[in-house]
């Protein structure tokens, strides 16, 4: 039996991430989440072109990426689905997603007049929260 493509992707213009980069993140995010199983379909290409309105390719890309990792199967006439087969990370993938969750933080904090000290200060407080409990 065929699951019907129930995932949808959402895109922020103002992250400064890759269209492609924002596709396979959430793609990853759904997968740790449990949003996403194993055998569920994506939507198509072109529906999520549609959709974003974006162009094909940039979705042609994030699909073939995720491919390549592992993530993704793609069955000609049936459509693409989370794969079986469970990937980890590597520790480059590990700090390029670090390193980009750490500069979204600084904007938004920059943004809301927190200098990265401030952040530094607060992010030392709560690890020795954590570190008492």
């Known amino acids: 039996m065929i699951k019907t493509p129930a ?49 094909p390719n940039t979705v042609v890309r994030a699909y ?16 693409t689905f989370i794969a079986a087969k469970k990937v980890k990370p590597d520790d480059v ?7 980009q969750l750490v500069a979204e933080f600084v904007a938004r904090a920059g943004g809301e007049g927190f200098t990265v000290q401030d ?4 992010l030392d407080d709560q690890a020795e929260t954590n570190r008492k409990r």
């Open 7 to 55: 995932f949808a992707f959402r895109l922020d213009p103002q992250s400064g991430v890759p269209v492609y980069r924002q596709i396979i993140d959430q793609v990853l995010g759904g997968r740790a989440s449990g949003k996403l199983s194993v055998g569920d379909q994506l939507p198509t290409v072109r529906q999520v072109a549609v959709d974003l309105a974006i162009n």
């Open 64 to 79: 073939r990426e995720l491919e390549i990792r592992g993530i993704l199967e793609t069955q000609q006439g049936t459509g």
């Open 119 to 122: 952040l530094k200060e607060h």
């Open 93 to 99: 993938e590990r700090r390029r997603r670090l390193a």
